[in-house]
């Protein structure tokens, strides 16, 4: 009896009983897997001890399989498309012919302005795509998602973003001020941070405790808090609160210009201590060198790319 170790097979084995099956010749096979007829022999004595199976038997002048050895052609064809498939140089992406389904995890404030033109731009160059887009809402961990492989991308806006993923800049934008036009300041071109920390505001649940936001993350850098006197959950619900009250929406000027432009909301400059807002797209490791990333990646990155080099108003 073989000892375990002994118990091994090789692709190349593998193939030479396969082809033996198929050929019923040791001196074919050779010839069609250009190896000499002594080591074919020798692989076939070695498999039909492995096996407990003569897998090829004479009758009349002739080799035919065994009932053993015919009943092992498919699981051998498998396990040999399988090693092939396995070694073989990664697939190119064709997109006009892709299947398949993308998801990706955006920040709330990019639903307006970013996500629409990402849609229809991968719409037009691979149709048979499907996408599922959810928001980064409170408590959601997108770096384990993306490390699990339930998301393919993350798009947000962070001051400095996480350290364990691959990333990359996709734009910075101006911040603003949104407010209805009844509101008192709906006239001023910008705000101080004095008068900015007089005013009440409307702002974006929190991720975290941790995890503040890019406009209270800068406040508390520069020992400041805002007064915050309402919190809602969705950036959708934003333009409908300022129509009806006298808060205050801090965003991004994309984001501002998208809904004034057909609503009778007002944007004013945000105090220049705030700097820009950074947008960024994270992703894994383990899908880095895949082609279907790389080619979403490029569809992202031509997005914000866009955006970045055209004035808000004109969009």
């Known amino acids: 009896m073989l000892k375990s170790e002994d118990k091994q097979i090789d692709a190349r084995q593998l193939r030479i009983l396969l082809t033996l099956i198929e050929e019923c010749s040791v001196t074919r096979t050779a010839e069609i897997l250009n190896q000499s007829q002594p080591y074919v022999s020798l692989v076939l004595?070695?498999?039909?001890?492995?096996?407990?199976?003569?897998?090829l038997v004479r009758s009349g002048a002739k080799l035919v399989p065994t009932e053993r050895a015919r009943s092992m052609v498919e699981p051998i064809r498998a396990v040999l498309?399988?090693?092939?498939?396995?070694?073989?140089?990664?697939r190119t992406f064709v997109p006009a012919e892709a299947s398949?389904?993308?998801?990706?995890?955006?920040?709330?404030?990019m639903e307006a302005f970013f996500l629409p033109r990402l849609i229809a731009q991968m719409r037009t160059a691979a149709p048979g795509i499907r996408l599922t887009i959810r928001s980064i809402e409170q408590?959601?961990?997108?770096?384990?998602?993306?490390?699990?492989?339930?998301?393919?991308?993350?798009?947000?806006?962070?001051?400095?973003?996480?350290?364990?993923?691959?990333?990359?800049?996709?734009?910075?934008?101006?911040?603003?001020?949104?407010?209805?036009?009844?509101?008192?300041?709906?006239?001023?071109?910008?705000?101080?941070?004095?008068?900015?920390?007089?005013?009440?505001?409307?702002?974006?649940?929190?991720?975290?405790?941790?995890?503040?936001?890019?406009?209270?993350?800068?406040?508390?850098?520069?020992?400041?808090?805002?007064?915050?006197?309402?919190?809602?959950?969705?950036f959708n619900l934003v333009p409908y609160v300022l129509l009806s009250s006298d808060l205050v929406f801090t965003s991004s000027r994309h984001f501002a210009q998208h809904y004034s432009a057909f609503l009778p909301i007002r944007t004013i400059d945000a105090p220049t201590e705030f700097g820009k807002m950074r947008f960024?797209?994270?992703?894994?490791?383990?899908?880095?060198?895949?082609?279907?990333?790389?080619?979403?990646?490029?569809?992202?990155?031509?997005?914000?790319?866009?955006?970045?080099?055209?004035?808000?108003?004109?969009?």
């Not at 350290?163 to 934008?173: F, I, P």
């Not at 001023?188 to 995890?211: F, T």
Request: glycine share 6%; hydrophobic share 45%; aromatic share 4%.
């Open 45 to 55: 004595k070695r498999l039909r001890e492995l096996v407990g199976d003569p897998l």
């Open 81 to 90: 498309a399988g090693i092939e498939q396995v070694v073989s140089p990664a």
């Open 100 to 109: 398949g389904t993308f998801h990706i995890a955006s920040a709330d404030c």
């Open 139 to 234: 408590g959601y961990d997108y770096a384990a998602a993306l490390e699990r492989g339930e998301l393919d991308a993350v798009i947000g806006n962070w001051p400095s973003p996480p350290q364990n993923l691959k990333t990359v800049h996709l734009m910075a934008d101006d911040i603003v001020c949104l407010m209805g036009e009844q509101h008192p300041l709906a006239a001023a071109q910008s705000l101080s941070m004095a008068r900015y920390l007089e005013v009440e505001h409307l702002a974006p649940v929190p991720m975290s405790s941790a995890d503040p936001g890019p406009i209270d993350g800068r406040l508390a850098e520069l020992g400041l808090k805002r007064d915050i006197r309402v919190m809602v959950p969705e």
């Open 280 to 315: 960024y797209l994270l992703w894994h490791e383990r899908a880095h060198a895949a082609p279907e990333n790389n080619w979403l990646r490029n569809q992202i990155i031509g997005v914000a790319r866009a955006l970045a080099t055209r004035p808000a108003a004109v969009l």
